[in-house]
């Protein structure tokens, strides 16, 4: 490898889960694609202690460290402070900066109607705006997004890598990005970095110990290929990254994946969401969605792709059994003798989003997500699903294992699947 | 602080992020509710040497450590022989642990219905039981919840934090977490800690600028307090960690953010979802969906808590205007003169949302999330929502900043808080 780099994300917020971190894997696929390997990320909470020894840690194994977050005006803040005093850089108030992040405050504050509170409240406003200008004597600033500036920082010794240091907020980091990249330091780690491939492959139904198995029978021929297998709701992924030089021994991967997994082997490249988006706008064709206990989180599955409103005209999330009937037409009498929590309900929900909608294809979901309304007949975690399209009808019935959470994630996996097997063929879901 | 605790979490595929780490969080969050401070979260790929130099890392500052991953059968699941070198204990195949997890192969290989492959594939998968079933020496083994065991590792010399090893699946993990509490060594650091407690105050439409003065000014009255603000779809959270000795000075946080900004002060304690469950639940009011842009993403986060059925009985995810009109009443004549992108058509939506579901609230929402569909009269971002209840009626139209991912998740946000405005007054959406 020719050029490793190591990122910190800060805040307690993080650490303690209620914020999902962006940031990370943000910028170790952006690493990854300009030929820089990640190969640690560190999330610390706001203490410059915790902060500082991170920063020595990932010094001592990468060409080039980034952090994000702790640059806001609030004392927890604290992230270019630390980062100048590890890379032995004195801090101090940039004043034409200063004028810069109060000008940006002052409209900001004129924007939203909000009054400052008073000369004391005045004061303080103005001590969190020069915060934010204070920077590392000798360090790049880098243009704030927000209120808040970035930092390229070089070692004052010459020893260590510089530290990139960009804002908590995923819209202000990656708006400040293409600046961070023009900056000398930056460029010199650029120029070392060597192309790495990252590829994908897809199964859906094989479990993990039977490809390891195949992995192992012929690990001999896979030499330089850096090889993870993820099982994730159900899909086991492979993803592999190679320098070009392995190309071949890639391409021996792949055949014997095909050889023993070709039945249940989705894609070798974008992933099944992908897969469906573009069948759906080559065909022309749309999808509207009726589901009871994924609860909505199916339709927003197909509309998270820009462009999404071509091939989906809506869905209905019915929960209770009037809204089954009078939004969806399905049976009383059905929801009577069989249950809502029936294959044909499910069958009824695909086909009634279908005609509602006057879409092509129309999928049901009808299930019991608990932890509550289970029952000996039907455990919690029993769920139908049916996908109705112009090639014909697919259905499926399982019992989710997991939570409430974990159940209702799986089973709109389950969903796109059957989606991708009416549209596409391929492994059933 | 008593005690500290850090969290290894290995896995490629949450490097790079296909994978949203959930371990970390929520290891974070027992630790601390255990009295535990947590001050890292390592990721590391699927690498011997990133992971063992995490390892050193972490055992430099804390009094336990903790992993998560990396325990499958494949061969770059590697935690377990890299902990055990770590903590200076050779590994060996525990044969009686070996045999109870081929047991439950073979008994997963039945249930799928899937066939060991042939002699070689046999030799392979047993291979790989072989592997989960590698134990350092004088490690406690946390039995299988899947087909991996977890261990306990006390470190050779005496002079490390013993290092509990736990599976990567969360369903896994978090099975096995009992059992990894009650192991002596963890038992030990266990009663070294003291009591932390947290508190979140929650702030809706104060920028961070205005709280970052309060808090300076009245800075020197918080002694023993950890103060950590965090933006997160336009609300504020302050959360606050602190030793029952403390208390006094997180009164004096609570009335100065109080004296300042009592009128955007959500909550004290639960967050507004909860707030407004509670609220739903106690008044026996049920709360329908209408959505375009937000797509389902609305209404699924109003189902995400247990017993959601009970006040909500569904919602319509109407994206084209057909929809609109058939299955919400929408008034084509309205459609036609002022667009669907308008407060009239979330006023509409709110309404046939509320009689179509028969519900007591009904909630709509029409914007425009992009990145196309935007025009100079109505920008990419701009979105109206309506909430109608017995209580009155809420509009709110703004024009929200940020990609498509993030206009969803904050137009979601300002309609829960539209909701929680209508049923509870309290800051405006």
Redesign the interface.
């Known amino acids: 490898m020719g050029a490793r780099a190591g990122i910190v994300v800060t805040?307690?917020?993080v650490?303690?889960?209620?914020?999902?971190d962006r940031n990370?894997?943000?910028l170790?696929?952006q690493l990854?694609r300009l030929g820089l390997d990640?190969?640690?990320?560190?999330?610390?909470?706001?203490?410059p202690e915790?902060l500082h020894?991170?920063l020595a840690?990932l010094s001592?194994?990468n060409d080039l460290v980034l952090t994000s977050g702790g640059l806001?005006?609030?004392?927890?803040d604290l992230t270019a402070q630390v980062v100048g005093d590890f890379c032995g850089r004195a801090s101090a108030v940039d004043e034409e900066l200063a004028d810069r992040i109060g000008a940006i405050?002052d409209r900001?504050?004129a924007r939203?109607g909000?009054a400052r509170?008073g000369r004391?409240?005045e004061a303080?406003?103005r001590?969190?705006?020069r915060k934010q200008a204070r920077v590392p004597a000798g360090a790049l600033v880098l243009e704030p997004v927000g209120?808040a500036p970035g930092l390229v920082v070089p070692p004052a010794q010459g020893d260590g890598p510089p530290v990139v240091v960009l804002p908590g907020?995923?819209?202000e980091l990656q708006a400040m990005w293409p600046a961070a990249l023009a900056a000398a330091p930056v460029r010199a780690v650029l120029d070392r970095a060597e192309e790495l491939r990252?590829d994908t492959l897809r199964l859906w139904g094989t479990?993990?110990?039977?490809?390891?198995?195949?992995?192992?029978?012929v690990?001999d021929q896979l030499a330089g290929l850096?090889?993870?297998?993820?099982?994730?709701d159900g899909e086991l992924?492979i993803?592999t990254?190679y320098a070009p030089a392995a190309g071949a021994a890639y391409q021996r991967l792949v055949d014997a994946v095909r050889a023993?997994f070709g039945g249940t082997l989705v894609s070798e490249g974008p992933d099944g969401d992908t897969l469906l988006a573009a069948a759906l706008g080559s065909r022309g064709l749309t999808v509207a969605?009726a589901e009871s206990c994924t609860?909505?989180?199916?339709?927003?599955r197909?509309?998270?792709r820009?462009?999404?409103?071509a091939w989906?005209?809506?869905?209905?999330?019915?929960?209770?059994n009037?809204?089954k009937q009078?939004?969806l037409g399905v049976s009383a009498q059905t929801l009577a003798t069989v249950g809502a929590v029936s294959p044909e309900v499910a069958r009824q929900l695909a086909d009634g989003a279908r005609s509602?909608?006057?879409a092509d294809v129309g999928i049901g979901v009808t299930g019991i997500a608990?932890?509550?309304?289970g029952s000996p007949d039907k455990p919690v975690g029993t769920v139908h699903l049916c996908a109705v399209g112009p090639d014909g009808v697919l259905t499926r019935s399982l019992v989710v294992?997991?939570?409430?959470?974990?159940f209702r994630k799986r089973t709109v996996t389950v969903g796109m699947h059957l989606l991708r097997s009416l549209l596409l063929g391929g492994p059933p879901a």
């Open positions: 805040g307690t917020e650490l303690t889960g209620r914020v999902t990370g894997p943000w170790a696929e990854r990640v190969g640690q990320v560190v999330v610390v909470g706001d203490r915790d020894s991170a840690y001592a194994t806001g005006p609030t004392a927890d405050v900001l504050m939203r909000w509170g004391d409240q303080a406003t001590e969190g705006t209120t907020p995923p819209t990252q479990p993990e110990f039977a490809l390891a198995a195949t992995l192992r029978r690990d850096e090889i993870t297998t993820c099982l994730r992924e993803v990254r023993d969605t609860g909505g989180q199916l339709v927003a197909l509309i998270d820009p462009g999404a409103s989906v005209p809506g869905g209905v999330v019915s929960y209770s009037t809204a009078e939004l509602r909608f006057g608990g932890p509550g309304g294992p997991g939570d409430r959470a974990a």
